[in-house]
């Protein structure tokens, strides 16, 4: 059974705590596209550990922890991640499994990143910063390198010599400084040593745990509305992020996928430029930001605060054919008077659909509004539905009647814990 942990917004929906929670009996925890942009983050007791590359679902006992195919991999970042993990006990041996087919993110890719936002200037994209961009663009231009030509090094120091040869003017150009390649050799040379215990073709292990009826989840990252063909392009990261990712990033049939779990968060939140149509550029919204801890995982940045969104979830819950749904951080919307979702979007007073908007439409447009009373009780303690207040419950069941879909877990605080099953 192959179940899909995706965002249903513009990443850091809470993901990596739902991932934890659904992985405990899963014998594989697989992310299938993006890099160390990603940001997970799971609390156990007072521990808190950030994954940006590794599956969140290894701090389970049993769960193999799988980074396939799709994902593009930063090596210093992947054995920092490996450290943290040792140190916080976890068993690594045979719970980490590489894909050779991994493109690498390398120190040229990094530089290329900041470089071309430096260019833009004021109409800067806003990236993490993690060369994700010029590093797919490299696999899909056929001047990728990735973990298997690590796999021989006189092979990847040729490949990654060529790559200088074009990347290094191209710096110089930006006014950025070469990449030095004795520097960076000696680096990656002693990387590789690390990482090669742990890389080996992960698609036959996933398709014996098919066989074997073992059960897999899938890690989403970032969200549905930074998907490179369906967000409001370039506002976009590099990579596919909906359920059909699966297919091409892990290997995985389509067909296999029998459970699709959306992660809505209660409010929206973006990092980075583009638009956001609901965004709450106001006391309340600063007010929210910091009640919900919401600076980012991987940069630290402020995120974007905004009203819930179900014109554009609405969207993602459909291409991602999503089955169920968990709703996390409604903790956060406590003892706010009152509260908006966003049920459309009109542009010149006519509707308009997500999908049917680019970005200078998504700048453009008017949300439509319904407002909800709020709640004052704290939520936060609560492992029972029925528990919740009753404005709590309307805004749950307004937005499970407006998507269609069960909202079968409601998280209600940080904590592995805090979670009210439905
Ligand atoms: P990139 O993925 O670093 O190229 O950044 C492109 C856009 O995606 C920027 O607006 C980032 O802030 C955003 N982004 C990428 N990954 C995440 C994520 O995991 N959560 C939230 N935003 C992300």
Known sequence: MVTAVLGLQWGDEGKGKIVDLLAKKAAYAVRFHGGNNAGHTVVIGKQKLFFHLIPSGICQKKTIAVIANG????????????????????????KLVISPRCHLILPYHKAMDLAYENARGKKKLGTTGRGIGPAYADKVS??????????DWKLFEEQFLFQ?????????????SPINAKEELKKLIKYREIVIPYVKETYGLLHQALQKKQKIIMEGAHGTMLDTDWSPYPYSTGSNTVTGAINSGAGLPVKSISRVVGIVKAFTSRVGGGPLPTELTNQLGDQIREKGHEFGTTTGRPRRIGWLDLEAVKFAVAINSVNQIALTKLDILTSLAKIKICTGYKLKNKPLSYPACGYSELEKLTPVYKEFDGWKEDISGLRQYRQLPKNCRQYIEFIESYLKTPIKIVSVGAERTANIFR
């Open 164 to 176: 200088l040869q074009i990347k290094n003017p191209i710096l110089k150009t930006f006014g950025v």
């Open 142 to 151: 056929y001047n990728g390198i990735r973990v298997y030509e690590l796999l």
């Open 71 to 94: 994902v593009i991999l930063d090596l210093a970042v992947l054995i920092e991640e490996i450290n943290i993990l040792k140190k916080a006990g976890v068993t690594l041996k045979n």
